[in-house]
């Protein structure tokens, strides 16, 4: 059984393509056969996050127009074996990116992997509706942000109503809650949305979040997710976050202030 | 400045108003057709087909989509002007 997962936000900037990298290599590291897929078309990075973009040849829209095959697209990731990546085309218009099309790549995925990670561009025109439009599974990607809440609501909102399932009335698709970019410091100090607030708000089942960290900067300057850096705080709280979607009970870490010891509290770390 | 931080008492900050201002909007946002996109076009349609029998102005038309209970109402009013004035 194959499974489609999108990972979506509606507002830029808020960790879509670091996530999707970073939990596409943590299913491939659990395991399981995955392939990460760029929809951002005209402004690819995931290449640039997976550290393969030199050896990028085809791409998503050279396979929707039979320019080149599957197979020939598809990146092997050199570290994980069970990672592949289909990048998304870097000149054209998002205008090519035909729902036929992608379906026809999609169904043959289907057939080979096990998950198939789709990277969503911002906001939500063609190519946020299409990279939606057949998952099985929602990750909605959100900062403890009033504008990144906000746009996350439009989102689960659209994704009960504008992919396949919603229109053919098959089982909703399971959206998930991530929230990025935490700092437990600011929510304690009252300056910061908690986790809480943000689950209270949206309403859905929550993954898990994975802090602010400095690691994450360094980890994309060297193309590498960070659930494959080394010990990279964020990249031990995404292998939380999948084992979690992944139906294992794990308890919650990051989401309070790490301990100080007697000297930092008072003179400041 | 940790120093003196620490006999602070607590205030609270911002997140709470951020809390709040969300609730509200987002609530907002989520009642599907609070106003339909097409109001406006019906509006000047009555205005048109009405405007052939009797002259109005655009003031005297009053369209609104209210919600009771399980079913909305779309409220139509149109007022003449006074035969006397």
């Known amino acids: 059984m194959s499974k489609v997962v999108v990972v979506t936000s509606g507002k830029g900037g808020v960790g879509k393509t670091t996530t999707s990298a970073a939990v596409a290599a943590a299913l491939a590291v659990r395991g399981y056969k995955t392939v990460v897929i760029d929809f951002d078309v005209g ?163 929550f993954l898990g979040a994975v802090p602010e960290s400095k690691l994450v900067l360094a980890a994309s ?13 964020a990249g031990t709280a995404y292998f939380d976050i999948v084992d979690r979607f992944l139906g294992e009970e794990v308890p919650y870490r990051f989401l309070d202030v790490q301990k100080k010891g007697f000297f930092s509290r008072f003179f400041g770390s | 400045m940790k120093f003196f931080d620490f006999f602070k008492s607590k205030k609270p900050g911002s997140a709470s108003v951020a809390k709040e201002r969300l609730q509200i909007i987002v609530a907002h946002e989520r009642r599907p057709a609070s106003t339909p996109d097409f109001l406006p076009q019906l509006q000047s349609d009555i205005l048109e087909v009405v405007r052939k029998y009797i002259q109005i102005s655009e003031e005297q038309v009053k369209l609104s989509v209210d919600k009771q209970g399980d079913f909305e109402v779309l409220e139509l009013n149109i007022s003449l002007a006074d035969p006397g004035k």
């Open chain 1, 221 to 233: 300057n060297s193309g590498i997710p960070v659930t494959m850096a080394e010990d990279c705080d």
């Open chain 1, 43 to 205: 402004l690819r990075n995931l290449d640039l996050i997976m550290g393969c973009e030199r050896r990028v040849v085809y791409d998503l829209l050279n396979v929707i127009h039979g320019e080149g095959s599957l197979n020939q697209a598809l990146i092997k990731d050199k570290r994980v074996g069970n990672l592949y990546i289909l990048p998304a085309s870097q000149t054209r218009d998002k205008d090519a990116l035909t729902m036929e099309g992608v379906s026809k790549v999609i169904e043959q995925l289907r057939e080979s992997f096990e998950y198939i990670v789709c990277d969503s561009p911002a906001g939500i025109e063609k190519g946020a509706m299409t990279a939606m439009y057949l998952a099985d599974e929602a990750l909605v990607v959100t900062n403890p942000e009033i504008s990144s809440v906000r746009d996350s609501d439009r989102i689960i909102g659209m994704l009960a109503s504008k992919t396949k399932r919603a229109e053919e009335g098959e089982d909703p698709v399971n959206v998930h809650l991530i929230i990025t970019r935490y700092d437990p410091d600011r929510v304690d100090g009252g300056d910061m949305l908690s986790a809480e607030d943000v689950c209270e708000i949206l309403a859905i089942p």
